[in-house]
Nanobody
Framework: QLTLVESGGGLVQPGESLRLSCAVSGYPLDSSAIFWFRQAPGKEREGVSCITVSGGSTNYAEFVKGRFTITRDNAGRDNAGNTVYLQMNNLGPADTAVYYC?????????????????WGIGTLVNVSL
């Protein structure tokens, strides 16, 4: 079981940057994949990026490649906790959404949402003038 807590959302202007954080705890963490999904008003939730906790393999949606970077900071080897970051650069109004951190207890980074059973409550990113 995983617990995920997002932070770092806010209001920024187009072209600016923002970094989201996701504090992850639980077990088994080393064999998990951590995702960022987003949901804009009136739209379906979509996968943004993913990273495997142990190997650091990553995946990105096409619409964020070259602008967003996902990283993880492993606090230790005993599943005590990790932080996953999403660095977002050159933000535009289309990036406005609630961003959710989510977890799958397998080291697989496809965006099918199958097995993505653990979710944070989300953090709002608002990109506007």
């Amino acid at each position: 079981q995983l617990t995920l807590v997002e932070s770092g959302g806010g209001l920024v202007q187009p072209g600016e940057s923002l970094r989201l954080s996701c504090a992850v705890s639980g077990y088994p963490l080393d064999s998990s994949a951590i995702f960022w999904f987003r949901q804009a008003p009136g739209k379906e939730r979509e996968g943004v990026s993913c990273i495997t906790v142990s190997g650091g393999s990553t995946n990105y949606a096409e619409f964020v490649k070259g602008r967003f970077t996902i990283t993880r900071d492993n606090a230790g080897r005993d599943n005590a906790g990790n932080t996953v970051y999403l660095q977002m650069n050159n933000l535009g109004p289309a990036d406005t959404a609630v961003y959710y951190c989510a977890g799958r207890l397998r080291p697989e980074c496809d965006f099918s949402r199958r097995g993505v059973d653990y979710w944070g409550i989300g953090t709002l990113v608002n990109v506007s003038l």
